[in-house]
Nanobody
Framework: QVQLVESGGGLVQAGGSLRLSCAAS????????MGWYRQVPGNQRELVAT???????NYADSVKGRFTISRDGAKNAVFLQMNSLKPEDTAVYYC???????????????WGQGTLVTVSS
């Protein structure tokens, strides 16, 4: 089984910065892709950014140039540095691990519980 635990959410004024962290634990051999998604109540969950084990990144157009995703492969951790935050960035942010090879269950996927980011105007 794989668990993801996020941290770093909170309340920030528009123009400010936050850094989200996510650590994966469990019977992990390797993790292919890790990423961040966000969801506003009543809306679908949307991609924010992903990063592969090789370091290739992908960003939603709405966050390009403001957010930076990074990864610590040795610690099975992923980070999201969010700068120049806007009120429309307010959402619950979820960490995701895709194509996680485990010792006991083959390939699995996992989601974290989410961390709330609120940007005030």
């Amino acid at each position: 089984q794989v668990q993801l635990v996020e941290s770093g959410g909170g309340l920030v004024q528009a123009g400010g910065s936050l850094r989200l962290s996510c650590a994966a634990s469990g019977t992990i051999v390797t993790i292919s892709t890790m990423g961040w998604y966000r969801q506003v109540p009543g809306n679908q969950r949307e991609l924010v950014a992903t990063i592969t084990s090789g370091g290739r990144t992908n960003y939603a157009d709405s966050v390009k140039g403001r957010f930076t995703i990074s990864r610590d492969g040795a610690k099975n951790a992923v980070f999201l540095q969010m700068n120049s935050l806007k009120p429309e960035d307010t959402a619950v942010y979820y960490c995701n691990a895709d194509s996680v090879l485990t010792f006991d269950r083959g390939y699995v996927g996992a989601w974290g519980q989410g961390t709330l980011v609120t940007v005030s105007s």
